[in-house]
């Protein structure tokens, strides 16, 4: 079984700073990549960030410089950095994770993590 568990998530206002953290547990192997998603009520699950294992690393449209996402694959976890928030930003924060296969990869999913940015 493999788990996934967020933690970080919360109230802060605009401007301030989280950070989530996520760690990935159970049997899985060749993690990559993992990183964040995120859903606001009434819209679709957008990607948020990804770390790969040799340091690359994506970010989704709406982040625009301001998070930062960072891995230990040696731990199978990860963090986001989020600074200068939103309004906008706030959404349930889901951690992701990808299992290479020979062929093919496994998906996982945390349960989320709420973050909420007051105005």
């Known amino acids: 079984q493999v788990r996934l568990v967020e933690s970080g998530g919360g109230l802060v206002q605009t401007g301030g700073s989280l950070r989530l953290s996520c760690v990935v547990s159970?049997?899985?192997?060749?993690?990559?990549?993992m990183g964040w998603y995120r859903q606001s009520p009434g819209k679709q699950r957008e990607l948020v960030a990804l770390?790969?294992?040799?340091?690359?690393?994506k970010y989704g449209g709406s982040i625009q410089g301001r998070f930062t996402v960072s891995g230990d694959f040696a731990k199978n976890t990860v963090y986001l950095q989020m600074n200068s928030l939103k309004p906008e930003d706030t959404a349930v924060y889901y951690c992701?994770?990808?299992?290479?296969?020979?062929?093919?990869?496994?998906?996982?999913w945390g349960q989320g993590t709420q973050v909420t940015v007051s105005s």
């Open positions: 770390t790969y294992r040799h340091g690359e690393t």
């Open positions: 992701y994770a990808e299992e290479e296969l020979t062929r093919g990869y496994n998906d996982y």
């Open positions: 159970g049997n899985i192997y060749d993690i990559n990549p």
